[in-house]
């Protein structure tokens, strides 16, 4: 039996701070696609073989150590972040404006159809280019793109590892501290948890 591939990915997550406090951006994946189908997520996918950053990464470089470890390099990984974020939503940061935060890695677990080595970004709107909540430029891969509180969001229909993360980021925005960036490593047979100091 064929082991799975597990190819490198990564997710942007945005938020805007509101009246009523900050919201994340988040859409559904369509009934019909072969992983997480109908699940709400944040934009991102994986990893193409020409995704790449030029110029200084948009990490500080406590973020740029933690990626040390990951599958691909830390350029490829923020490029790919970048390009999934346009092809999905429409939405571009403009040049110079993004800036990154590694916040979360995770390994989808054997058994899955489809398995990735995910690296989460947060990242604050107030560096799009353009309109936030225009999405007319997006693809069709994602429905129902949204601005939603973080409580609010909970109640969407969301795969295990995004309620775990937007639990995460609800700390951090909420001024809590990230003592190393969580890894729910399932490589192996055993399930893992770590932090990436």
Known sequence: MTAE????AATVILTRPTAT????????????????PSKYVFPGGAVDSGDGW???LP??????ARLASAPVPAPALVGAACRELAEETGLTFRPGAAALRFVFRAITPPGRSRRF????FLADAA??????????????????????????ARSLDLPFITEVVLAEVTNLMNGGDQPGVPFFD???????FRRLI
């Open 186 to 192: 399932n490589s192996g047979t055993i399930p893992t």
């Open 117 to 120: 080595d995910a690296c989460f």
């Open 5 to 8: 591939a597990i190819r490198p």
């Open 59 to 64: 990490l500080a470089a406590a973020c740029a």
């Open 127 to 152: 560096g799009l280019a353009g309109d936030p909540d225009d999405f007319s430029a997006a693809s069709d891969e994602l429905s129902h793109l949204h601005w939603i509180g973080l409580a609010e």
């Open 21 to 36: 406090g900050p919201q994340v951006l988040m859409g559904q994946r369509g009934a019909g696609a072969a992983f997480m």
């Open 54 to 56: 030029t110029g200084p």
